[in-house]
């Protein structure tokens, strides 16, 4: 087995920088109590997790006025009757995606209709309220880093069934919150390949796949690897950036045209301790004007340090990714005053990343499904075209977009390769 991958580092989606001197997060972070596959990936390779949510009230901005509220609680917006309206949306959304096969939408009774049309949609015939439109958003956004106008809601539907939680958007995310890595999430990818040592070469981006008779070859600009399988891990758009010989089906083609990813800007501030806690907050926030609109308490187990982390989202990351990082990072701290006090207009150490300006992955935090792609294209992201097979997050049936994603993923086409190649015993 041999891995090329075109970074000079490993890791993929999850990277971690040290600013202030603490490990800080950059791109995948959290994980949750039923995904099993991460979790004992990183216990394999001696990573441990600790807790990740602190106690203490979260805080909401919207229209100009601050509230705290306990977590757990129903959110006060200004209007009494938005909560409840948004909560009830969510519930159908989870009732429909009970009638969706996980790793298969496109199979469901009703997936052309629901294909047929965006999220957008169904919410603006779903949900009267403004306000309780705003906090439906806000959900949407957190999850897939774009408006419900860029999502099929079939694609929802399907991403909710692949929990086999059946909840709501936002207590699918803090379901997969829960728990962190004590040195940051890449340590998993770092530690696999310190044991693969020489089978991984960095800085070795793939340009061309051949495939032959006998064999496919597989090109970079440094070196030509003959090989019996070969499985592309990189997210759908950017594997119409790889040649192939012979040109793959229009299909395939096609689909890594139709799936962008998302837009995301990951902002830390680092502070000498976790201020907000001695109020009693958790350092989990959520707004209705950007830059950030979603903010969360990022400090490392030991607590001695605090770090808080704005996400950036959306139609937000598109803007604020034009302005220079000096503006990003004043508006990114006035956000955090807004919320927490003006302790939090002069951190330690300040660290960014957009992810759009990444040249492997463009985009985060995976790539999302607009209306008509699933029904059209969808097989095409799991199904094997000769030789080559296809892997990563968003090929996922279980947690799609994830890390756990990621990894079950990884582990289904390490199957199909080897029961092709005709190896016994395999599981």
């Known amino acids: 087995m041999l891995v090329l991958e075109a970074r000079k580092r490993v890791g993929g989606r999850t990277v971690s920088e040290v600013a202030g001197g603490v490990a800080l ?36 901005w919207e229209g100009g006025r601050r509230k705290e509220y306990e977590q757990g609680e129903p959110v ?29 939408p496109w199979k469901a009774e009703r997936a052309w209709e629901w294909d047929g049309q965006t999220l957008e949609t169904w919410k603006l015939g779903s949900i009267r309220g403004e306000e309780a439109r705003f906090y439906f ?14 999502l099929s809601l079939l694609a929802v539907l399907a991403d909710i069934a692949a929990t086999g939680t059946f909840e709501g958007l936002f207590e699918i995310e803090a379901s997969a919150e829960e728990y962190g890595f004590v040195g940051g999430a890449q340590e998993v990818p770092v530690r696999v390949a310190e044991e693969l040592g020489e089978r991984v070469v960095l800085g070795c981006p793939v340009r061309r796949i ?26 759908p758009a950017l594997r119409g950036r790889i040649e192939y010989e012979p040109a793959l089906p229009g299909a395939y083609d096609q689909l890594s045209q139709r799936m962008p990813m998302g837009a995301v800007i990951k902002c830390h501030a680092v502070y000498d301790e976790p201020f907000w806690r001695k109020s009693s907050l958790s350092g989990d926030a959520l707004c209705d004007t950007g830059p950030c609109k979603v903010i969360a308490d990022s400090s490392p187990q030991d607590g001695r340090t605090g770090v808080l982390t704005g996400f950036i989202l959306g139609r937000d990351a598109r803007v604020w990714g034009c302005h220079s990082a000096r503006e990003r990072r004043q508006a ?73 994603g990621a990894v ?12 092709g190649l005709g190896a016994i015993g395999v599981t």
């Open 210 to 235: 051949i495939q032959g008779e006998d064999g496919v070859w597989v090109e970079s600009g440094q070196t030509v690897v003959e090989t019996k399988k070969v499985i592309v891990t990189v997210p």
């Open 25 to 60: 997060d950059m791109g995948g972070q959290w994980i949750g109590p039923s995904q099993h596959r991460i979790k004992e990936l990183a216990e394999a390779v001696g990573v441990k997790i600790f807790p990740a949510q602190a106690p203490g009230r979260a805080v909401i």
């Open 137 to 150: 958003d806000l959900a949407v956004e957190s999850l897939y880093a774009c408006e419900p106008r860029d």
């Open 332 to 404: 990114v701290l006035d956000r955090f005053a807004h919320c927490f006090g003006k302790e939090a207009l002069e951190p330690e150490a300040y660290a960014e990343l957009d992810w759009a300006e990444e040249a492997w992955s463009r985009g985060g935090y995976d790539g999302n499904a607009p209306a008509g792609v699933l029904c059209d294209y969808g097989p095409m992201l799991r199904e094997p075209i000769g030789r080559i097979h296809w892997a990563g997050a968003e090929t996922a049936t279980s947690w799609t977009g994830y890390m756990e």
């Open 408 to 419: 079950e993923s990884g582990q289904r086409a390490a199957r199909e390769v080897l029961t």
């Open 76 to 104: 006060p917006l200004e209007t009494p009757e938005a909560f409840g309206e948004a909560e009830g949306a969510f519930r159908n959304l989870s009732e429909l995606a009970k009638q969706v096969p996980a790793g298969a």
